[in-house]
């Protein structure tokens, strides 16, 4: 059973930092690429960074591009996203997301579907 289990949201204010953790189980991680999107209700998703399996390819969508940096330990099975200068805007939940390397798309407008998602952690910027 595929499960991603996000932690790390919480309330900050503009300008500071937070770092969410994934762990993700039930699947072979070596064929997946792991990401993160957020979601602001009324708003569809937005795919906001994934990285492969080695980390050789990373993605940023441009509204976090230069303030956020993923990174992945595939020995503890962990995907994290750290988030720095954050601003009201990037208040959103969270998801952990894991795609089929074959399934990843990168389209001229964001992060295609992924395959699994977790259940989401809130982030809140506001001073």
């Known amino acids: 059973q595929v499960q991603l289990v996000e932690s790390g949201g919480g309330l900050v204010q503009p300008g500071d930092s937070l770092r969410l953790t994934c762990v993700a189980s039930?699947?072979?991680?070596?064929?997946?690429?792991l990401g993160w999107f957020r979601q602001v209700p009324g708003k569809e998703r937005e795919g906001i960074s994934c990285?492969?399996?080695?980390?050789?390819?990373?993605y940023y969508a441009d509204s976090v591009k230069g303030r956020f940096f993923i990174s992945r330990d595939n020995a503890k099975n962990t995907v994290y996203l750290q988030m720095n200068d954050l601003k009201p805007e990037d208040t959103a939940t969270y998801f952990c997301?894991?795609?089929?390397?074959?399934?990843?798309?990168?389209?001229?407008?964001?992060?295609?579907?992924?395959?699994?998602y977790g259940q989401g952690t809130q982030v809140s910027v506001s001073s």
């Open positions: 990285v492969s399996y080695s980390e050789s390819s990373v």
């Open positions: 997301a894991a795609v089929a390397n074959l399934n990843l798309e990168i389209r001229p407008g964001g992060l295609g579907p992924f395959d699994y």
């Open positions: 039930g699947f072979e991680l070596e064929y997946f690429a």
